[in-house]
């Protein structure tokens, strides 16, 4: 009788379906985690996630704010930022690895407050995706430059 009883309220509850474990869906979970850095998770942040997902991946609006929910929900199943850059990397050239770390940037950028959580975990997801120090820092100041010119 409990088990009936207890079966309804797994019913009750709707199951989400986690997205795969890919390196797209990955790079957008690093860059939810990016800007939830500093715990505040600003509309800014949201649609420059959106907007590099839809320029990154040929996503329509809809569709790339439907890809980075479901980035949002890989980003918490995911705990370790080392275990997202792992599938980033496995899957990737550098040179895509590099334009992963400008979009971070992009992200950190966006909201016009630079906190330390975030240049930290940049600086974290660029060194687990083999971008070396110096290089995620001239990526770092060529997207200062550019987003201080565009914005």
Request: glycine fraction near 2%; hydrophobic fraction near 40%; include cysteine.
């Given at each position: 009788?409990?088990?009936?009883?207890?079966?309804?309220?797994?019913?009750?509850v709707?199951?989400?379906?986690l997205?795969?474990?890919?390196a797209q869906?990955?790079?957008?979970?690093?860059m939810?985690?990016?800007?939830?850095?500093?715990?505040t998770?600003?509309?800014?942040?949201?649609?420059?996630?959106?907007?590099?997902?839809?320029?990154?991946?040929?996503?329509?609006?809809?569709?790339?704010?439907?890809?980075?929910?479901?980035?949002?929900?890989?980003?918490?199943?995911?705990?370790?930022?080392?275990?997202l850059a792992?599938?980033?990397?496995?899957?990737?050239?550098q040179?895509?690895?590099?334009?992963?770390?400008?979009a971070?940037?992009?992200?950190?950028?966006?909201?016009?407050?630079?906190?330390?959580?975030?240049l930290?975990?940049?600086?974290?997801?660029?060194?687990?995706?083999?971008?070396?120090?110096?290089?995620?820092?001239?990526?770092?100041?060529?997207?200062l430059?550019?987003?201080?010119?565009?914005?």
């Open positions: 009788m409990f088990d009936r009883i207890l079966a309804l309220f797994d019913r009750a709707p199951q989400t379906e997205p795969p474990a890919d869906f990955a790079f957008g979970a690093l939810v985690r990016t800007a939830l850095a500093d715990n998770y600003l509309f800014k942040e949201v649609r420059e996630i959106d907007r590099v997902l839809a320029k990154m991946y040929d996503l329509g609006p809809l569709d790339a704010a439907k890809m980075r929910a479901q980035c949002e929900k890989l980003e918490q199943e995911l705990p370790r930022t080392a275990d792992a599938i980033l990397k496995d899957a990737t050239t040179r895509d690895r590099e334009q992963a770390v400008a971070m940037w992009d992200v950190v950028y966006v909201d016009g407050n630079r906190h330390v959580s975030e930290s975990i940049v600086s974290e997801i660029a060194e687990r995706l083999g971008v070396s120090e110096e290089r995620c820092e001239a990526i770092r100041q060529h997207e430059a550019n987003w201080d010119k565009t914005h």
